[in-house]
């Protein structure tokens, strides 16, 4: 069955660069795009950017432009997210999910998600 | 880019039927036939109960559904029961190959 495993909680202090991975299986990884969606605390969820899974081509939301860096390896079937200069406002839980491609194009909604990770940006 | 407007709450008794709306542009909403809606229940990841403003992945009641009309699209839950309780968020396909997402409405179950 799918399965997209995301990497344990952090705790980062401001400043610093924390790195999110997401591991999937059951499917043909390359398929696929893996995208990334934040949740802070109580608050609503927040589309960050997205990689082509199979050539690596990124496009990221504008209000992470500059600061967040989205990879894979496609011999491990892993997605990651990197987010630098991390300041309080960061602290959320963080989210991998895919989307579908067929001949038609790109299937804009998220059909599988991860279990998020927390991470905590705190001096 | 700015959040797709949702209203913060909704409530409805079990088996009435409720709407959620979700007001966008014509950059956003209007614009592409990619709006989908999300449930979240509290402390779990959210899951797709519409995608492509109408359809219904498999599984899902077919007590959801979605429609748009230009730059508003809405999500309908007839029959309400207790578990839908949860927050639910719309998603909209934009310009430059982008997403942007609602700012969540909480629908109780009273």
């Known amino acids: 069955q799918v399965q997209l495993v995301q990497s344990g909680a952090e705790v980062k202090k401001p400043g610093a660069s924390v790195k999110v991975s997401c591991k999937a299986s059951?499917?043909?990884?390359?398929?696929?795009?893996m995208h990334w969606v934040r949740q802070a605390p109580g608050q609503r969820l927040e589309w960050m950017g997205w990689?082509?899974?199979?050539?690596?081509?990124?496009i990221y939301s504008q209000k992470f432009q500059g600061r967040v860096t989205i990879t894979r390896d496609t011999s491990a079937s892993t997605a990651y997210m990197e987010l630098s200069s991390l300041r309080s406002e960061d602290t959320a839980v963080y989210y991998c999910a895919r989307v579908y491609r067929d001949g038609s194009g790109w299937y804009w909604y998220f059909d599988y998600w991860g279990q998020g990770t927390l991470v905590t940006v705190s001096s | 880019q700015s959040a797709l407007t949702q209203p913060a709450s909704v409530s409805g008794s079990p088996g009435q039927s409720i709407t959620i709306s979700c007001a966008g542009t014509s950059r956003d909403v209007g614009g592409y036939h990619y709006v989908s809606w999300y449930q979240q229940p509290p402390g779990k990841a959210p899951q797709v109960m519409i995608y492509?403003?109408?359809n219904r992945p498999a599984g899902v009641s077919n007590r959801f559904s979605g429609s748009k009309s230009g730059n508003t699209a809405s999500l309908t839950i007839s029959g309400l029961q207790a578990e839908d309780e949860a927050d639910y968020y719309c998603?909209?396909?934009?310009?430059?190959?982008?997403?942007?997402f609602g700012g969540g409405t909480k629908l109780t179950v009273l």
């Open positions: 059951g499917y043909t990884f390359t398929t696929y795009a």
């Open positions: 990689i082509n899974a199979d050539n690596g081509n990124t």
């Open positions: 998603s909209s396909y934009t310009t430059s190959s982008t997403l942007v």
């Open positions: 492509d403003v109408s």
